[in-house]
């Protein structure tokens, strides 16, 4: 069992900076490649961004690329998303999760857990 423990979310004046962290629970981590979601109230979950498991691509949703990054580092088992600019539609609660071994199409491919979700909510 692979535990997810997200963390750095808050509230932002828009146009301001966070980041996320997300902390696995086990040396596995490099086994898996690593995605943020997020669900606004009201709304359906949906993809954000996403680390592959070993080719270190990177997938990211039209209505963030230029805006946010994600970054893996494999050595303290953690994923981040590092968000710049952040808008009023950003507001939501993030969630990271964990493919095994996925290295394509990370926006629909499966995933086999899931953190807690951290919120973040941008004020206008």
């Known amino acids: 069992q692979v535990h997810l423990v997200e963390s750095g979310g808050g509230l932002v004046q828009a146009g301001g900076s966070l980041r996320l962290s997300c902390a696995a629970s086990?040396?596995?981590?490099?086994?898996?490649?690593m995605g943020w979601f997020r669900q606004a109230p009201g709304k359906e979950r949906e993809f954000v961004a996403a680390?592959?498991?070993?080719?270190?691509?990177?997938e990211y949703a039209d209505s963030v690329r230029g805006r946010f990054t994600i970054s893996r580092d494999n050595g303290k088992n953690t994923v981040y998303l590092q968000m710049n600019s952040l808008k009023p539609d950003d507001t939501a609660v993030y969630y990271c999760?964990?493919?095994?071994?996925?290295?394509?199409?990370?926006?629909?491919?499966?995933?086999?857990?899931w953190g807690q979700g951290t919120q973040v909510t941008v004020s206008s």
């Open positions: 680390v592959s498991w070993s080719t270190e691509s990177t």
């Open positions: 999760a964990a493919a095994y071994m996925a290295n394509y199409y990370l926006a629909t491919t499966p995933y086999d857990y």
């Open positions: 086990e040396s596995i981590f490099s086994s898996y490649a």
